[in-house]
């Protein structure tokens, strides 16, 4: 079979997707929380459609940061405690290439179904149909950027203890840029006004996450297997 | 004059503020083999990750076929298959989904027939379809070392490869690194049980302990 420069990235990205198809439930409890989260919402505001109406963006948005965040420890941790990690530093394969799979792996298991999951919200949360193609949009566009940023935070996180409270301090704040412009992007869609702006700088930011964050995240892996 | 393939000049390695050794010199030539012995703690596997390249050396130079296998690490990283204390497996994938994965990232043959040689030289080919996570920990090493065998590398670093293995396997992995060396591979094997090596360089780490004070 010939061999090329992607070979590393598509057998890591098949690996991890088959990982994610075999354990089932486990991979997909991040975007359960997703849709649970965002549901607990009218059940404590009360169901005045007016206000969730006008929240419903901001809420979405806010709920698949946190979903993200949970499954971000999925990432690296058992590939990490099964040493498949220290293998894969010393591989002959790139290693901003094998994260770059990993991160896509996560997006496709994360990302995409919150993507998908989106209408469904959106309805709940009585979001003004003008914004529902762009929401789907920007939290597909948007995810992606979250599961890539997410990665350095991971791979610093590797083997701590307390990781998750740390993670949620480390990534919420990288995550800022993503929140506003997604928001923003559904909130200028339902009020009528063209959201291409948003959405450009949305994809700007997702570009140049996948692009960077690969070379930062296996600088911080290198660094943990000291 | 034999050309050295593996030479590792004047290494020193600190882990934990702790000298672990220092002035460590071995060099192998194809076909060449080491077994490093020493006490629990001395320093075996630090050794052998600073010449994989998981841990940086205090001092000193690691050269593969000439070159700075720390800068140029491509020929290097090809070359090498380092089998640690963790098996490195995925517990839901199957055995040779396993090594399938690893005989990609090593940009080796992907033949099944060669996957399955390198399972039946570690007794593991009748359990080829079972997820991983159901394998003893005598299985578990074999497979660990099966990634290496089916993979065409040239530099084998096994720490501890016999834990776990029972007569029969241990017999097996002897062979495996017989056939090996004499297709020209390079073997460093860490170990505290008996593990028979025609022909080897021994070297007991606490030999290189405190060098620097004497």
Same mark, same amino acid.
């Given at each position: 079979m010939g061999r090329t420069e992607l070979s590393g990235f598509i057998a890591t990205l098949n690996r991890d997707l088959s990982i994610a198809r075999r354990e089932g439930g486990e991979a997909f409890l991040a975007v359960l929380f997703f849709v649970l989260g965002a549901l607990l919402f009218p059940l404590g505001v009360g169901p005045e459609a007016q206000l969730l109406a006008a929240v419903s963006a901001g809420l979405i948005w806010v709920m698949a940061l946190l979903s993200t965040l949970l499954a971000l420890d999925r990432l690296f941790q058992a590939d990490w405690r099964e040493g498949t990690l220290e293998l894969l530093v010393i591989s002959p394969e790139p290693l901003p290439l094998i994260i770059a799979a990993k991160c896509t792996a996560h997006w496709i298991v994360t990302g995409l179904p919150m993507a998908v999951a989106a209408p469904v919200m959106a309805l709940l949360l009585n979001? !003004? !149909?003008?914004g529902w193609l762009t929401l789907v949009g920007a939290l597909l566009i948007g995810g992606l950027a979250l599961s890539f940023i997410g990665s350095i935070c991971a791979a610093l996180l590797?083997?701590? #203890? #307390?990781g998750g409270v740390l993670m949620t301090l480390l990534a919420l704040p990288l995550y800022i840029p993503t929140l506003i412009f997604g928001a923003g992007a559904v909130q200028a869609a339902v009020g009528g006004y063209d959201s291409t702006g948003h959405l450009a700088l949305m994809g700007a930011i997702t570009l140049s996450s996948i692009s960077l964050c690969p070379w930062v995240t296996s600088a911080a892996l290198k660094q943990a297997m000291e | 004059m034999t050309k050295h393939v593996l030479e590792l000049s004047n290494l020193a390695c600190r882990r934990g503020g702790r =000298? =672990?050794? *220092?002035g460590l010199d071995l060099s192998l030539t194809e076909g060449g083999a080491a077994l490093v012995t020493g006490p629990n703690g001395s320093g075996k596997s630090s050794f052998l990750r600073v010449i994989a390249g998981l841990i940086q050396p205090l001092q000193g130079q690691i050269h593969w076929e000439g070159q700075n296998a720390q800068k140029f690490t491509d020929n290097f990283r090809s070359a090498l298959r380092y089998v640690g204390?963790? /098996?490195? &497996?995925?517990?839901? =994938? *199957?055995v040779l989904e396993n090594l399938k994965y690893w005989s990609q990232i090593y940009g080796s043959s992907q033949d099944l027939k060669k996957l399955n040689r390198g399972l039946e030289s570690v007794g593991l080919f009748d359990l *080829?379809? &079972?997820?991983?996570? %159901? &394998? *003893?920990a005598g299985q578990r090493r074999r497979l660990a070392l099966a990634k290496a065998i089916a993979t /065409?590398?040239?530099l084998w670093l096994l $720490?501890?490869?016999? %834990?776990? &293995? $029972?007569r029969q396997s241990i017999k097996r992995i002897e062979t495996a690194i017989s056939e090996f060396r004499s297709s020209g591979g390079i073997v460093i094997a860490s170990t505290n049980a008996p593990l028979n090596l025609s022909d080897c360089k021994a070297l007991d780490?606490? /030999?290189?302990?405190w060098a620097e004070q004497n």
């Open positions: 979001l !003004p !149909p003008e590797i083997g701590s #203890r #307390r | =000298l =672990l050794f *220092s204390h963790s /098996d490195g &497996l995925q517990p839901v =994938l *199957s *080829s379809e &079972l997820p991983a996570r %159901v &394998l *003893s /065409d590398g040239r $720490d501890e490869p016999t %834990v776990a &293995l $029972d780490i606490s /030999d290189y302990q």
